[in-house]
């Protein structure tokens, strides 16, 4: 069999991150660490999503840095750009042209939902900009370009899948069929990482406390040090509890990263207090991050490689997207 009909007979995963700062532990044991187990089994589409960075305030000479390196971070993470599609979503032009036929079939009522858009927007009063409002038609297109059959995100993204499962189907009934229905692909464990120092906050990279959340290039020592000084609560049991968010949040970072289970972890630390515990979650995730830190820094040296990848990736990805697109323009009734 060619190794093109072996891809045609795989399922298909799409997932995009967006370049907005540095990327986050959240980021890697909620979606990231999925997509690089994905590879195995699927046909895979993966993307840096500039053009959603620029629904907030950018700085573009750090923008421009920034697309780069998470870029390289995705490559250093183990994708692998030969035998999958890994692209800069602003390269493909049919992400915006598509989010438009998309924009037309979607309802104001609908978008004024979305609790990103309510969060961000109540963030940046002063920035409550269009693009920000329609982010999830954009992120639609993104998706539905591919046909994806699963799409590996964190629990945050779930609303967006969810609008963007409902706008491909009202087009399908509308026009005709054009668009795979996507299932969500979220991890049992890690699917919402919380913030160290306020654990009813999701750990986010634009959190203005940088001990609130560890970078996937953080190094060792701050990685150990941001754990040692996570909020915890007052007593010192190492157990799973709705009361005990900072401890409970612990917990599942250990989980993910160590894949031993709740129990097991409850066990393991019976009798030993929370500084012994927080020890030991720093030193697995800095040891799971250490490695991925060491090829990122080879990778970004080599600005030459870098860019003959990602623009490989989006010859690749267009190519898709382009057929899909012109379908849907098709069904729509465009002259083509
Ligand atoms: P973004 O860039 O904010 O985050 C990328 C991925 O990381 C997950 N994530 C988390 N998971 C667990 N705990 C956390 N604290 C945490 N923080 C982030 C997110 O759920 C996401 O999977 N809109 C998307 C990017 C996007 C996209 C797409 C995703 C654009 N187009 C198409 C899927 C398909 C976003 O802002 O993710």
């Known amino acids: 069999m060619s190794e093109q009909n072996i891809s045609e007979n795989k399922k298909r995963v799409l997932s995009c991150i967006q370049p907005s700062g540095m990327l986050t532990l959240g980021n890697y044991l909620g979606a990231l660490k999925n997509w690089i187990k994905m590879q195995d089994e699927f046909d895979c589409t993966f993307a840096v999503a500039d053009l959603h960075a620029i629904t907030v305030k950018q700085d573009p000479a750090k923008l421009k840095q920034q697309i780069l390196s998470t870029y390289a971070l995705l490559l250093a993470l183990?994708?692998?750009?030969e035998k999958h599609t890994v692209f800069i979503q602003s390269h493909v032009p049919e992400h915006t042209a598509l989010s438009w036929l998309l924009s037309c079939n979607t309802q104001f009522g609908e978008m004024s939902r979305m609790?990103?858009?309510k969060d961000k927007s109540a963030k940046h009063p002063e920035n409550v900009n269009v693009g920000l409002f329609s982010y999830p038609v954009l992120m639609a297109a993104d998706i539905l370009l591919y046909k994806p059959d699963f799409v590996p995100v964190g629990a945050d993204q779930k609303q967006h899948l969810e609008i963007a499962r409902d706008i491909a189907v009202r087009f399908n009934n509308k026009y005709g069929d054009v668009f795979t229905i996507p299932e969500p692909?979220?991890?049992k464990t890690g699917a919402r990482v919380m913030s160290l120092q306020d654990p009813s906050k999701k750990m986010s990279k634009s959190d203005e406390n940088p001990n609130a959340w560890v970078a996937i290039l953080d190094d060792r020592d701050t990685i150990?040090?941001?754990f040692k000084r996570a909020v915890t609560d007052s007593d010192s049991v190492v157990k799973m509890s709705e009361d005990k968010p900072g401890i409970s949040n612990?917990?599942?970072?250990?989980s993910a990263v160590t894949g031993k289970t709740v129990a097991e972890i409850e066990k393991e630390f019976e009798g030993k207090g929370y500084g012994e515990f927080k020890l030991a979650v720093g030193e697995a995730v800095a040891d799971e991050l250490a490695p991925i830190k060491e090829r990122y820094e080879e990778i970004i040296k080599d600005k030459k490689t870098l860019e003959e990848l990602y623009r490989e990736g989006s010859l690749k990805a267009e190519k898709v997207a382009r057929k899909t697109y012109f379908k849907a323009?098709?069904?729509?009734?465009?002259?083509?």
């Open 78 to 81: 183990g994708l692998d750009p």
């Open 115 to 117: 609790t990103q858009f």
């Open 185 to 187: 692909y979220i991890p």
């Open 224 to 226: 150990i040090r941001k």
């Open 250 to 254: 612990l917990i599942t970072i250990y």
């Open 329 to 336: 323009m098709k069904k729509v009734g465009f002259v083509l």
